[in-house]
């Protein structure tokens, strides 16, 4: 430029000289230095947020891995210590009940001699109805097999006579043929029952100390652990248990309400077997949309071979039914102050869990989706339900909580500043 600014400067320059070099105008931001990335190399916002997901993705699921394994190795005291909460959920609020007004261990021990009283009574009378009806009902299966066999061979499958009872000979053949194998076969049942008794006695141990003390056991955990974030635990852990027994008195309830339908419509159809017919209803509800259908489609083979394809189709009917009161009513009615998990939620959770651990995993999954949806829920809402509305009084008008919102970091109670 010239003196003036006003141009280039084009005075004349000595023979054999250079003419000077101008600087370049380019910002301080396009030129290359310490820290800074050439413009041609840079990565793109997207690809570097979307990096970040997936590696603390990777991370997240790499851990639930782990976890699930350990799980899966330690599946007896992890089953026994499951058994023992679902216990202490139905049992807390009768043992309550009982310590207003006697010591807490002799409310502890009345309940479980009551419980077991009840649960010992249903296995008997279950047992006694089998014994009375099981040669009555042979009969009535094997008539059951031959009606089968001739409403099989009309419109509109057509089938040759005689298949199901071909079918039923070569069941006995393979039966005679594979006896070792499925004497082996029981003998494992037997041991896995033996570690089913185990179980039972580890469940009803914990949850003895649950039900006498579980207050102050959660209290010695709480003290074990950082003091800062004690609060927090405390909200999570609230939730948590409330979530869960809830969610357990409600299916327990939803369960007793199908098998009670159930019995009873069973009963006017005069399927044979109405009692163990009950209990399976009652033990199937508690695996989430897909148990109930299975136990009454169990109940519509022994009615279709004891009493006809009429009243089995009756029997079907009852599926749908029974859904429909249990989806549209006593959900709602039962489960919906303690669990809101959409249906689809409920499916993949049942899905995943039966997948990774059998029936079992079915069993476990929903609780465990649904308290972990809680305990987030509590922790985003900052300890109170979302759509609560304001502040409460007791937390809003204590004395000095104005004037310390009002005053600066930086000013002390006196009015004075820091510093």
Same mark, same amino acid.
């Given at each position: 430029m010239g003196a003036n600014g006003a141009g280039p400067d084009r005075r004349?320059?000595?023979?054999?000289?250079?003419?000077?070099?101008? &600087?370049?105008?380019?910002?301080?931001?396009? *030129?290359?230095?310490?820290?800074?990335?050439?413009?041609g190399e840079r #990565?793109?916002?997207?690809?570097?947020? %979307?990096?970040?997901?997936?590696?603390?993705?990777? =991370?997240?699921?790499?851990?639930?891995?782990?976890?699930?394994?350990? *799980?899966?190795?330690?599946?007896?005291?992890?089953?026994?210590?499951?058994?023992? /909460?679902?216990? !202490?959920?139905?049992?807390?609020?009768?043992?309550?009940?009982?310590?207003?007004?006697?010591?807490?261990?002799?409310?502890? /021990? *009345?309940?479980?001699?009551?419980t077991i009283a009840l649960v010992g009574g249903i296995l008997t009378l279950v047992g006694t109805t089998v014994a009375e009806e099981w040669s009555r009902l042979g009969n009535e299966l094997r008539g059951g097999l031959t009606r089968i066999d001739h409403w099989l061979t009309r419109a509109p499958f057509h089938l040759r006579p005689g298949t199901v009872t071909d079918l039923r000979a070569k069941i006995g053949e393979y039966i005679s043929a594979?006896?070792?194998?499925?004497?082996?076969?029981? /003998?494992?049942?037997?041991?896995? $029952?033996?570690? +089913?008794? !185990?179980?039972?006695?580890l469940a009803v141990f914990c949850s003895v100390f649950f039900l006498h003390s579980g207050d102050r056991m959660w209290a010695w955990v709480q003290q074990q652990l950082p003091a800062r974030s004690r609060s927090v635990r405390?909200?999570?852990?609230?939730?948590?248990?409330?979530?869960?027994?809830?969610?357990?008195?409600?299916?327990? $309830?939803?369960?007793?309400?199908?098998?009670? =339908? #159930?019995?009873?419509?069973?009963? =006017?159809l005069r399927v044979p077997l109405?009692?163990?017919?009950? #209990?399976?209803?009652?033990?199937?509800?508690?695996?989430p949309l897909i148990g109930s259908p299975?136990? /009454? %489609? $169990?109940? %519509? #083979?022994?009615? *279709?071979?004891?009493?006809? &394809?009429?009243?089995? +189709?009756?029997?079907?009917?009852?599926?749908?039914?029974i859904g429909q009161i249990e989806g549209h009513l006593l959900h709602p009615l039962v489960l919906g102050w303690s669990v809101r998990i959409h249906p689809v939620a409920i499916a993949v959770a049942v899905?995943?869990?039966?997948?990774? %651990?059998? $029936?079992?995993?079915?069993?476990?999954?929903?609780p465990v989706v649904s308290v972990g949806w809680a305990v987030i829920g509590e922790l985003r809402g900052g300890g109170r339900p979302r759509g609560s509305g304001p502040e409460p009084p007791a937390a809003r008008d204590q004395p000095g909580r104005r004037e310390q919102q009002g005053r600066r970091p930086d000013q002390r109670e006196d009015g004075r500043h820091g510093g």
């Open positions: 004349p320059v000595p023979l054999g000289s250079r003419r000077p070099r101008v &600087p370049s105008r380019r910002t301080p931001a396009a *030129l290359p230095g310490p820290g800074r990335v050439p413009p #990565v793109p916002a997207g690809l570097r947020t %979307a990096a970040g997901y997936t590696w603390r993705l990777v =991370l997240l699921g790499l851990a639930a891995f782990l976890v699930v394994d350990v *799980l899966t190795r330690l599946e007896l005291p992890v089953v026994a210590l499951f058994v023992a /909460l679902v216990i !202490t959920s139905v049992l807390r609020p009768p043992v309550d009940l009982l310590a207003r007004s006697m010591p807490r261990s002799l409310a502890v /021990l *009345l309940t479980f001699l009551c594979h006896r070792s194998a499925l004497l082996n076969t029981a /003998l494992s049942g037997a041991g896995r $029952i033996v570690e +089913l008794v !185990t179980g039972l006695a405390e909200r999570a852990g609230r939730a948590a248990w409330r979530t869960f027994a809830g969610y357990t008195r409600g299916v327990l $309830i939803v369960a007793a309400s199908n098998a009670v =339908l #159930v019995g009873i419509a069973l009963a =006017l109405v009692m163990p017919l009950i #209990v399976l209803e009652f033990a199937a509800t508690l695996v299975i136990a /009454l %489609a $169990i109940a %519509a #083979v022994v009615a *279709l071979a004891a009493r006809g &394809p009429v009243i089995a +189709l009756l029997v079907l009917a009852l599926i749908v039914i899905a995943g869990g039966t997948v990774l %651990a059998g $029936i079992l995993g079915a069993v476990v999954a929903v």
